[in-house]
């Protein structure tokens, strides 16, 4: 999308707002973060989330901003510090789920208390006819920690009353299941009370009312009101005690009203086999959103359109855009509706998206791009020594007794996810396509065994996260990943089942729904079609990122949210090549290197990724820290040999700079963040143990052991090995997050900075990640203005990376078109280093940047500080430069003029004084 900003796009910072860091507390980074050189804030969902929610995306009232963050005043005083300093705002927007469970969403209660009746059933996406007769017509709430029967047995469900409200309801905990009024009868009846007696005769006759739900409103203020006397507060606590399900007859009354309800309380164990409604991903408590119909898509997005038309909003970013029904459907319609609230004004739009491995955003969303995970496996693919690949597999598949490649782990991690979180998602669809061959003479005889070992062969193959099916079928992109999965589900199956192959193929898009009249057959199938779109994308995130990353060491810096794990390493090419085209398609796509999402920080990433470059030593490294281990441990097996070596990794990489192995406090603290680490790992893994059933024995054991290495003098021997190792390849891990940076600054596309990530990012998975930002902490590093060597020789501190971030940001400042549309120029690079060089410049008409940073250096970079050895590690490597540059005055980052005299720039002068270089010309 092309398009004049009201703002120039031009560099975001990602905030995560919460109760702990508001939007008065964003106010006040304003300034701090216009001198960084940030165009816009990017602020985390705003929207009124559940009580203490830390990220926002359990979103319970769309229509209001949170109160909890400031609510819509701290809003507009933020907008207008932004406003003061030149700067925008993006917002988070979350339409495919929304928070359900608890007590405070007001648009599920209502559909709890009035079922199909609720004009808010058709905001949730739910299944209602079932063949099972316990949930025909009901809303199944897997919201209980013990079977129903045992829960109504022991007294943990209550049947409650809210003087406030005058509406009773069932308690559990946290949660309120609101009790039909149409049923108060049953409650009020036979009270000592009259008047209670006459507002139960008057609930009686709201079942032949034409409408009962506004009538019920009246009658349970009323109830309120009369709740108010101390006689009838006490013939309602009376009336209560009736239904205490602790008793024989309190059983059977509880149960008997609560089995009139529109809902079916259950365990939670239900809800992976029988769930029916959509949840984003697997959890119960988000409860996916039917944003496809036009009454819901304005209902959920009345605030963000008003925030928009008010100018107070400049672009949104959309969150999980592949669990929508329709995502192109939907994009192109808040386009539409964003350009029509702002004529004249490009409001940018970008999508959460994860793009496979040759997986291009289509160009008819009319969005402005992704939120750039693949760049960061763009990065990440760059910084990898191909070399490596075989060592490092064989080491991890030795040790761990695991695949040696990941493709076989996330196969089997799709298998076991099908039949265990998602297995009633799998069955709904499965249940879906069932109904698409009754209605067909010719595939009535298909069963339903059939067609779900057929369905989970195709899943489970599947390359991408989704298709986009439409009314005309698969297009031509999604017709080669459709054969691909195909392909590999072949090979899964008898041939006994190829047919049923063959009837997917054809109902998934290979026959348009387009050429079916109107009517029931079509509407199943399109049914078919969303349905499994929607099973894939999850099926995809929960097996990959959540089961897989956690299974596979190699190189766990190959394992992160968008990437491409098959692939270790690629050459420069192929990142030229990724820049070119995102320069042609989606020139203000941003480009994230760290996320709220991502497994391990930026930084972290770019350290472990120097052991590809020295894998024969690690592997030595290994070898030694093995036998050390083995005294620290409680029991022989843990931790295993997989979860050991992952651990050794994830120490690797996120060991702080400041941290000495004997510094007690510093080590509690780093021990403290590496368990919460450790614990997610353990049960995302499934291994060992997993959240629905933990292993606590094995997670004792592991814990003991952690603790031992980093807290007890058992553990010093060890723990000096780990510290010298990290110590070794911390500067060139420095070196490539520079370069990691530089890269994000200046390729085609806006850089996003994820909250706290200008200093150095050793963090890990959330909530490690969202961690507090200490803010005056780089304010002062800002203020400094050191020079590049007093950079250089404070390297730890990370003072380096903010200030390559402030002064790159500073010259697309004084060069808004070079960067934002200027063309994207490889360079060749000549000599015996060529390799290990990227550089490209960025021209718009007589201005032109010359980008150079390097790559697999590791052993060429100084163990102490994050530059080389000596200038003559480059040899005679030369960069050729854009012909019409010849005899240019060049200024670099630190104000030093260059002017090259040559056609040819040589590395050494290039990387003399720093360890990257961006040069414009004056």
Not at 320 to 349: M, N
Not at 406 to 427: H, T, V, W
Not at 683 to 689: F, I, N, P, T, W
Request: overall charge negative.
């Amino acid at each position: 999308m092309n398009g004049a900003t009201a703002l120039s796009l031009r560099a975001t910072q990602r905030l995560q707002l919460h109760a702990g860091f508001t939007l008065d507390d964003a106010r006040l980074q304003v300034p701090c973060l216009a001198r960084l050189g940030i165009s816009h804030i990017y602020a985390s969902p705003l929207l009124t989330a559940r009580e203490g929610s830390m990220h926002g995306y359990d979103v319970v009232d769309p229509t209001h901003v949170s109160p909890a963050l400031g609510g819509e005043p701290a809003l507009r005083r933020l907008v207008a510090e932004l406003r003061a300093h030149g700067m925008g705002l993006i917002l988070d927007i979350v339409p495919n789920h929304m928070a359900v469970g608890g007590s405070d969403n007001a648009w599920w209660l209502d559909l709890l208390a009035w079922g199909r009746a609720s004009p808010y059933a058709e905001y949730f996406d739910i299944q209602w006819n079932s063949t099972d007769p316990l949930l025909n017509g009901l809303l199944l709430l897997p919201f209980l920690g013990n079977d129903y029967g045992a829960s109504l047995q022991e007294g943990s469900i209550r049947l409650r009353f809210n003087p406030g409200t005058g509406a009773f309801h069932a308690e559990y905990g946290a949660h309120h299941f609101p009790i039909c009024p149409l049923h108060y009868p049953s409650l009020l009846d036979n009270s000592p009370q009259p008047q209670l007696q006459a507002l139960a005769e008057r609930f009686g006759a709201l079942k032949d009312s034409d409408s009962p739900r506004e009538q019920a409103l009246a009658l349970q203020q009323e109830l309120a009101g009369l709740s108010q006397s101390a006689d009838c507060t006490e013939a309602i606590g009376q009336l209560l005690s009736r239904f205490d399900s602790r008793h024989a007859q309190g059983f059977a009354r509880l149960h008997q009203l609560l089995e009139r309800q529109a809902y079916r309380l259950a365990s939670w164990r239900t809800a992976a086999d029988d769930i029916n409604w959509r949840r984003f991903f697997d959890v119960n408590e988000l409860a996916g959103v039917r944003v496809e119909r036009s009454t819901v898509f304005e209902a959920t997005h009345s605030k963000i359109f008003q925030l928009i038309a008010e100018g107070l909003v400049d672009g949104v970013r959309i969150d999980h855009i592949d669990g929508l029904a329709y995502p192109r459907a939907y994009c192109r319609k808040l386009r539409r509706r964003v350009d029509s609230l702002r004529p004249g004004q490009h409001v940018s739009i970008h999508v959460e998206k994860i793009l496979a491995m040759d997986e291009q955003l289509p160009d008819d969303w009319c969005v402005d791009g992704t939120t750039g995970y693949e760049f960061m496996d763009q990065v990440s693919l760059l910084q990898h020594q191909p070399e490596g690949e075989q060592p490092l597999a064989q080491l991890w598949s030795t040790l761990s007794q695991r695949p040696a490649d990941f493709q076989p782990e996330a196969l089997l991690a799709r298998q076991q996810i099908l039949k265990g979180s998602l297995a009633g998602d799998f069955s709904s669809v499965a249940h879906a396509l069932l109904d698409v061959a009754r209605d067909d003479i010719m595939s009535r005889d298909l069963t339903l065994g059939a067609i779900r070992r057929a369905l989970e062969a195709l899943v489970i193959h599947f390359p991408v996260y989704r298709t986009y099916i439409s009314a005309d079928g698969r297009g031509a992109a999604d017709e080669v990943f459709f054969q691909q999965a195909l392909a590999g589900a072949r090979e899964d199956l008898s041939e006994a089942d190829w047919p049923v192959l063959d009837c997917l193929q054809q109902w998934l898009g290979g026959n348009p729904w387009r050429n079916l009249p109107p009517g029931r057959t079509r509407r199943r199938l399109k049914h078919a079609c969303a349905r499994f779109q929607q099973l894939t994308s999850p099926a995809a995130a929960k097996a990959v990122e959540d089961t897989a990353f956690y299974r596979y060491g190699r190189l766990l810096s190959r394992n992160d949210v968008g990437f491409s794990v098959e692939r270790f390493s690629a050459p420069s090419e192929d990142f030229h090549r990724a820049c070119a085209q995102r320069l042609k398609h989606f020139p203000h796509n941003l480009l994230a290197t760290a996320t709220h999402d991502h497994k391990r920080g930026e930084d972290s990433r770019a350290r472990l990724a120097v052991l590809s470059e020295r894998s024969t030593w690690y592997v030595q490294c290994v070898e030694r820290w093995l036998p050390l281990a083995q005294a620290l441990k409680t029991d022989a097996a843990s931790p295993t040999p997989g979860d050991e070596l992952i651990l050794y990794q994830v120490i690797l990489s996120s060991w702080p700079l400041d941290l000495s192995p004997e510094d007690g406090h510093g080590l509690q603290q780093y021990n403290d963040r590496l368990w919460q680490w450790q614990l997610k790992a353990l049960r995302e893994a499934k291994l060992q143990s997993q959240w629905d059933a933990p292993n606590e024995p094995y997670e004792l054991a592991v814990k003991t052991f952690i603790e031992r290495l980093l807290l007890q003098p058992a553990g010093l021997t060890l723990r000096m090995e780990l510290f010298r190792a990290c110590e070794a390849i911390a500067s060139a891990g420095a070196v490539n997050g520079l370069a990691q940076c530089l890269l994000k600054l200046t390729t085609p596309g806006v850089p996003d900075i994820y909250q706290g990530t200008d200093l150095w990012d050793l963090s890990l998975v959330d909530p490690d990640n969202r961690r507090a930002v200490d803010f005056q902490q780089r304010r002062q590093l800002l203020d400094t203005c050191p020079d590049e060597q007093m950079l250089l020789q404070d390297w730890r501190s990370g003072a380096i990376k903010q200030a390559l971030i402030a002064r790159t940001l500073n010259l697309r400042a004084q060069h808004p078109q070079l960067f934002s549309h200027g063309s994207y120029i490889p360079l060749a690079v000549n000599g015996p280093r060529a390799g290990q060089i990227l550089a490209f410049a960025r021209q718009w008409q007589d201005q032109t940047a010359v980008i150079v940073v390097p790559r697999l250096c590791a052993h060429d970079i100084q163990q102490q500080t994050p530059t080389f050895n000596s200038a003559s590690v480059w040899a005679d490597t030369c960069i050729e430069l854009p012909s019409d540059r010849f005899g240019c005055k060049f200024k670099g980052l630190f104000e030093i003029p260059v002017v090259i005299k040559s056609k040819t720039l040589r590395v050494s002068d290039a990387l003399d004084t720093f360890p990257v270089t961006l040069m414009i010309n004056t």
